[in-house]
């Protein structure tokens, strides 16, 4: 099987996190900076989960996890410990188009947590297809190595060189041929110094 790759807009979509537990608890914090509306079900959960509930950052339903919770939900994620709840919330999910995760179930999930590296706006995304998570966590790691804070601030530098280019006039090919002169490594390189050289002046002043 092979998976399609993509980042999903989940602004003002609404998710679903069935269990609120430690690991519920990471699922939740990795769709916060989403702006999703974000529901959870859970009889109990986290202090962590309890306070983002109580400041509004999310719902929290605290009671067992119903068919009717995955109207006019997106995507779900099961991570609860009973298999029974699991794969009831799967099934529901498959029955209403909804995409559905089902921690540490490959087979039941229509989608695959990545190991992410971020760097601001760049996004480097790991997948295994579920088949070696601790894989992907190495892979993740090394790459943050490769890839240190600076390029956060790099890539929207790129954003505004790229905006203004768009503005102008000029041949397709050569606009091309200048935005990729630009995310080329001899354009990092430079740009990494000059962002050295102002951290000295500004620890000067």
């Not at 993509?6 to 069935?18: E, H, M, N």
Request: charged share 25%.
């Amino acid at each position: 099987m092979s998976l399609f790759p993509v980042f999903l807009k989940l602004t003002g979509r609404a998710c679903l996190v069935v269990g609120a537990g430690s690991v519920g608890e990471g699922k939740i914090r990795s769709l916060l900076p989403t702006g999703a509306s974000l529901r959870v079900v859970a009889h109990h959960a986290t202090p962590v989960v309890v306070k983002w509930a109580e400041s509004g950052r999310i719902v929290w339903a605290a009671r067992g996890f119903t068919p009717v919770d995955l109207e006019g939900v997106f995507l779900v994620i099961a991570a609860t410990s009973s298999v029974e709840v699991n794969d009831l919330v799967f099934h529901e999910a498959q029955q209403r188009g909804v995409l559905c995760n089902v921690v540490d179930d490959p087979v039941r999930c229509d989608f695959y947590y990545p190991a992410v590296v971020r760097r601001g706006s760049l996004q480097i995304a790991i997948s295994t297809g579920g088949r070696s998570p601790a894989l992907a966590q190495r892979l993740r790691l090394q790459l943050e190595n490769q890839f240190g804070p600076e390029y956060a601030v790099w890539v929207e530098h790129l954003g505004e060189e790229r905006k203004q280019l768009l503005a102008q006039e000029m041949d397709h090919d050569h606009r091309r041929s200048l935005l990729h002169t630009q995310a080329g490594r001899a354009a990092f390189e430079r740009f990494v110094c000059e962002l050295r050289l102002e951290t000295r002046r500004e620890d000067l002043l």
